[in-house]
C-alpha cells in the first residue's frame, strides 16, 4: 500500500510539473521560484536542525566500542575502532562518513537446518549504499558544469573519468548506471525481505521514487528525449548568479526533473535524508573512548544544594559539646 | 549550543560550499555569458532542423559512423529528400570550418569534449 501510495505521490508531482510548465506556461515558477524555496528551505531546514541537535545535551558518554580500548601500554588498542584521541575521532568518522564502515560491519542471522543458528557477514546493504551514495555526489558535482561559468576544472576531469569507456553518444556516465543499480537494489531490498517491507514507510518509498524519478528524468536528456543544452545551461547560470532568465524552447522534461529536485530539497530536512547531516553529530561515533582518562560532566547536572558535616557541626556545635558528642573542630 | 566552534564551523563549511555556484559566478562576473557562435556558410539549410540539430546532433553523428564505418552506406538522403555524404570532414565540416568558433564555443560552454579528434584529424583553420 505504502508502495502504491508514494509512487502516486511522485507522479503527481510529475503531472504537477507538466502541466504547470507545458500546458499552463509557468515557467518561471517552476523554473526559478521552485527552486530558489527549495535551496532556502533545505539550508535553512538543515542549519535549523543541526543547531537543535547541538543544542540537546549529551548526558552520557555513549562511544560504541568495536574494538579493543585503549589501556595498558602492552595491550593493543583498536585505534579506529574504539578511538580514545580527537585524531582516531577524525579517522572513525571519515571511514564512516566516506567508506560506511558501520554497515561494512553488518551481520546476518539466520536459522539453517533447523534449530541451527548462524551468523555471516552481510555486505550487499554497504554495497548498494556506497553504489548510491558515491554515484549521487559525483552526479551532484559534475552538474556544476551547468551551475558555473567558467566550469571548475575538476568538473570535466570527473565527467571523462565518469565517461572512460566512451560507450555511445553523448558517452555513457558510470554512475547513471551504477545510481540506477543502486536505487533499484535499496527499493527490492524493502520490497523482497519481509522484516524490511513490514517496517517501510510511505516516506522511505516515497525518496527513492523520488530519486529514482529524477535519475530516469535526467538520463532520458541525456541519452534518449534531447533538450537544448545551452539554453538549459541560461537558465541555471541565470539561477546562479541572481540574473533569472527562462529561455524559449526547453523541453518540459527539464521542468519536471527540476521540480522534482525542488521537491526533494525541500523535504530533505524534514525527512530521514538529514542523515547527511546527523552523521556529524553521532554521539556514538564522534566522541573519544576516553571515559577512563576523561571524566564526562552531564551536561543535565544542575547544582544541587548540599549541607556538609562541617556546616552541620557549626550549626549544632554547642548542643553537640553540651551532649558530650566527639567534634571534629573544637 | 554545546560545542558551539564545531558547530558553527560545520555549518559555514557546509553553507559556503553548497552555495558556491552563487560565489564563483559572482567571482568570474560571467553570470549572463552567453555563447555566440559563428556560421561560416552560405548554405541555407543543414541536413537536418535546427531545433533538431541543436539538441541531437551527436545522434546523427554517431549515427553517420556507425552506417559507414560497420554499414558501408555513405549516402544519407534527407528529410527534404536532398542526399549527403556521410562524412564528418567532408559535409559537417564543409560548411562549419570554424570549429574554434562553431564546435568549441557550446561544447566547452557545457563542459562537453566530444571523442571526434580522437580519430578525426582536426581540420586546420584560416585564421581571419
Known amino acids: 500500500m505504502n508502495i502504491f501510495l508514494s509512487l502516486i505521490a511522485v507522479l503527481v508531482l510529475i503531472l504537477i510539473a507538466w502541466v504547470g510548465a507545458g500546458a499552463a506556461n509557468l515557467q518561471f515558477i517552476f523554473g526559478m521560484i521552485m527552486p530558489i524555496i527549495g535551496l532556502m528551505l533545505f539550508l535553512g531546514g538543515i542549519v535549523y536542525r543541526v543547531i537543535k541537535w547541538a543544542r540537546a545535551p549529551v548526558p552520557f558518554h555513549i562511544p560504541t566500542s568495536c574494538g579493543q580500548q585503549k589501556s595498558l601500554t602492552w595491550m593493543q588498542s583498536s585505534k579506529l575502532d574504539n578511538p580514545s584521541s580527537s585524531l582516531g575521532v577524525i579517522g572513525r568518522m571519515l571511514l564512516e562518513v566516506l567508506f560506511f564502515r558501520s554497515l561494512f560491519r553488518n551481520t546476518k542471522m539466520e536459522l539453517k537446518n533447523g534449530p541451527k543458528l548462524v551468523y555471516g557477514s552481510a555486505k550487499y546493504l554497504w554495497l548498494g549504499a556506497l553504489a548510491f551514495h558515491w554515484s549521487f555526489l559525483i552526479i551532484v558535482i559534475r552538474h556544476f558544469r551547468f551551475f558555473t561559468e567558467p566550469i571548475p576544472f575538476f568538473v570535466n576531469f570527473m565527467s571523462s573519468l565518469d565517461g572512460f569507456f566512451q560507450i555511445g553518444v553523448p558517452v555513457l556516465y558510470l554512475t547513471d548506471a551504477l545510481i540506477v543499480g543502486g536505487l533499484t537494489y535499496l527499493f527490492f531490498r524493502r520490497v523482497v525481505i519481509p522484516q524490511l517491507r513490514y517496517i517501510s514507510l510511505f516516506s522511505d518509498y516515497f525518496i527513492l521514487f523520488n530519486i529514482l524519478a529524477i535519475v530516469i528524468t535526467g538520463i532520458l536528456m541525456r541519452y534518449f528525449t534531447?533538450?537544448?543544452?545551452?539554453?538549459?545551461?541560461?537558465?541555471?547560470?541565470?539561477?546562479?548568479?541572481?540574473?533569472?532568465?527562462?529561455?524559449?524552447?526547453?523541453?518540459?522534461?527539464?521542468?519536471?526533473?527540476?521540480?522534482?529536485?525542488?521537491?526533494?530539497?525541500?523535504?530533505?530536512?524534514?525527512?530521514?535524508?538529514?542523515?547527511?547531516?546527523?552523521?556529524?553529530?553521532?554521539?556514538?561515533?564522534?566522541?573519544?573512548?576516553?571515559?577512563?582518562?576523561?571524566?564526562?560532566?552531564?551536561?543535565?547536572?544542575?547544582?544541587?544544594?548540599?549541607?556538609?558535616?562541617?556546616e552541620y557541626e557549626d550549626e549544632f556545635r554547642d548542643l553537640m559539646k553540651g551532649a558530650g558528642l566527639p567534634l571534629e573542630k573544637e | 549550543m554545546y560545542d558551539a566552534g564545531k558547530i558553527i564551523t560545520g555549518i559555514i563549511i557546509f553553507l559556503v560550499l553548497m552555495t558556491s555556484p552563487f560565489w564563483l559566478n559572482i567571482a568570474s562576473g560571467k553570470g549572463s555569458y552567453k555563447p555566440e557562435i559563428k556560421i561560416a556558410t552560405e548554405e541555407k539549410q543543414c541536413v537536418a532542423d535546427t531545433d533538431y540539430m541543436k539538441a541531437a546532433h551527436m545522434d546523427l553523428i554517431y549515427e553517420w559512423r556507425d552506417q559507414v564505418v560497420r554499414n558501408e552506406k555513405r549516402i544519407y538522403t534527407s528529410s527534404n529528400g536532398k542526399t549527403y555524404n556521410m562524412s564528418l570532414t567532408k559535409t559537417c565540416m564543409n560548411c562549419h570550418s570554424n570549429k574554434s568558433e562553431f564546435c568549441d564555443r557550446c561544447h566547452s560552454y557545457v563542459g562537453v569534449t566530444p571523442y571526434c579528434w580522437d580519430c578525426h584529424v582536426e581540420p586546420k583553420e584560416v585564421v581571419q
Open chain 1, 226 to 310: 534531447k533538450v537544448d543544452l545551452i539554453l538549459v545551461k541560461q537558465l541555471t547560470l541565470g539561477f546562479f548568479s541572481f540574473n533569472p532568465v527562462i529561455p524559449e524552447g526547453i523541453g518540459s522534461i527539464f521542468y519536471i526533473h527540476l521540480f522534482l529536485v525542488s521537491a526533494l530539497l525541500t523535504y530533505f530536512p524534514a525527512s530521514k535524508l538529514v542523515h547527511m547531516a546527523g552523521v556529524f553529530l553521532s554521539p556514538t561515533r564522534n566522541l573519544a573512548n576516553n571515559s577512563r582518562m576523561k571524566r564526562h560532566i552531564n551536561p543535565w547536572n544542575y547544582p544541587v544544594k548540599v549541607h556538609t558535616y562541617e
